[in-house]
């Protein structure tokens, strides 16, 4: 049986991941500080397979305790979510950014060298295209980024280029996740935000739930069909899948190889409040106030290439997202 770590694996999208792959019949074995997430959702994952993983507490800039992985479990490859993603938060504390997300990941790359296992897929994200020049965006789109969490990001897109060009012999897919949203159809697991939600779709479902007053509708002013921003939202679910699509890639892989994993589809911040207030059942409430410094007005998937190569699509539509978010809101409504 292959053994895979995944760091950040009690997060939103590495939990719901370590579903997929346990479901496929790998071993997982996690790493995770928990500074943004907690144990209880390894039990659930635990609950929704009935299989069980391989947990470490720690953080991935300990280089002992990963020497101490990698000499104890025979990992196959790695999946490294393990992060800060707050772009607010990134420009507030930058060092904070670059020390972990920077110094975290050349500390994994380190040790993975040292025991030669040298297959990874690295999180990456849409931010790295910055404010796109077209949509839908294509891998070899320009790269741009305007906050310090972009920048670790594409740092460390340039840092696994570099050392794929020094070495063949690793074999390195880089993710870009456009909007994560949804949650597991069990209700059990889902995005468990620990103060009030910076994204969109968990705010949504905090005011329906009747936690926050109304929804903040950040500018009416772009350049989209109903003047608020489109992006192009996708089910945790199929990112799950979408991770386990290139894990089964990665044997085979020539180079490294860069992969978009989105719908393909935009949607406003207008029509996705209208297809909550669907699944909902009442209308949520909201006012438009001022742009949110730093935001575009669309950026969405051209999703073709991971189609053609990894044989992946996305499954879900948007209200299925919109249902199995509010499912889980409703179970949990203060999260884990
Ligand atoms: P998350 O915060 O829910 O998960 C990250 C996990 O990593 C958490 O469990 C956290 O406790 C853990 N962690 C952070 N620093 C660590 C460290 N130094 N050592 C060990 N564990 C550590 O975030 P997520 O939404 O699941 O995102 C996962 C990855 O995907 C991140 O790298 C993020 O930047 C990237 N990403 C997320 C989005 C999004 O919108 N959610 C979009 C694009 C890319
Ligand atoms: N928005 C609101 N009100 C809110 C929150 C968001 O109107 O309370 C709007 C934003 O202006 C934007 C859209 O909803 O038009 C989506 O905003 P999110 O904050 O949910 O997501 P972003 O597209 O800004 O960014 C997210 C992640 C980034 C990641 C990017 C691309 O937060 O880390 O997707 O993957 F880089």
Known sequence: MKKILITGGCGYIGSHTCIALLEAGYDVVVIDNLINSRKKSLEAIETVTGKSLTFYQGDIRDKELLENIFKQEQIEAVIHFAGLKAVGESVEIPLEYYQNNVAGTLTLLEVMRQYNCKKIIFSSSATVYGDPEINPIPEDAKLSVTNPYGRTKLMLENILRDLYHSDQTWKITLLRYFNPIGAHQSG?????????????????TQVAIGQLPYIRV???DYPTKDGTGVRDYIHVMDLATGHLAALEHLENQQSLEVY???????????????????????PIPYKVLERRPG????????????????????QFDIKDMCRDSWRWQQNYPKGF
């Not at 978009?260 to 009442?282: A, D, K, W």
């Open 188 to 204: 059990l697991l889902g995005e468990s935000p620990q103060d009030i939600p910076n994204n969109l779709l968990p705010y949504i």
């Open 218 to 220: 950040f500018g009416q």
């Open 260 to 282: 978009n994993l989105g719908t393909g589809q935009g949607y406003s911040v207008l029509e996705l409040i209208q297809m909550m207030s669907e699944v909902v059942g009442h």
């Open 295 to 314: 935001d575009i007005a669309t950026c969405f998937a051209n999703a073709t290439k991971a189609e053609q190569e990894l044989g992946w699509k996305a």
